[in-house]
């Protein structure tokens, strides 16, 4: 019983020091996990101690995650079993962030917001303006703004078929010109 007590005194205090430095979200002593409950500062609403911040190995990107699967997180390894992730307080230092300079279709300041403010989306916006290759913008249309990207898509095969019959037309009335002045007729023009 006494050793219980003493268990329970250390893990009381484990978790006491986790929650100041900020650096656990769960204790283990002797394989008994005991968990740790903080109900600090909060920030835009959300616990502030319910997140951490991890960063890529691969691409030096900044991700945040729950710190409930920040160990799971930080397990994932590469291909040739380097840690995929980083964290403050590893050893070595972070890869430098490898930033991208393509925008979100909907950023204010894309090149072609003119035409998108025109095919519907005038009061949509997206300040993502960090991404690395089309793949990405494409990526990132289809996951964080569905429907935007459906009108867009919508509107580009619109243009695409109306440029498809205006060629069409266009090589029709070619054809047909020799053929009327071989008659003597003039082509026939639209107005």
């Not at 951490?52 to 691409?59: E, F, G, N, T, W």
């Not at 993502?128 to 459906?150: G, I, T, Y």
Request: aromatic fraction near 4%.
């Amino acid at each position: 019983m006494v050793a219980e007590n003493a268990i329970a005194g250390a893990a009381a205090d484990a978790i006491t020091d986790a929650m100041k430095s900020g650096g656990l979200d769960r204790v283990i002593v002797n394989n008994d996990e005991y968990s740790m409950t903080y109900t600090g500062a909060t920030r835009d609403g959300q616990d502030a101690d319910e997140f951490a911040y991890v960063i890529s190995m691969l691409d030096g990107s900044t991700s945040r995650v729950l710190k409930h699967k920040l160990s799971e997180v930080l397990r994932k390894r590469s291909a040739n079993g380097a840690p995929k992730f980083w964290i403050d307080g590893m050893p070595g230092t972070p890869p430098k962030q490898d930033a991208g300079v393509l925008k979100c279709l909907l950023h204010a300041e894309h090149s072609n917001r003119e035409w998108i403010d025109k095919s519907g989306l005038t009061g949509r916006t997206c300040p993502k303006s960090n991404l690395k290759s089309e793949f990405d913008v494409e990526n990132h249309m289809l996951h964080r703004h569905p429907q935007e990207a459906r009108l867009i898509n919508t509107a580009l095969e619109r243009e695409r078929t109306a440029e498809a019959r205006e060629l069409a037309s266009l090589q029709i009335e070619a054809m047909r010109a020799p053929q009327a002045a071989r008659r003597g007729r003039p082509p026939k023009t639209e107005e």
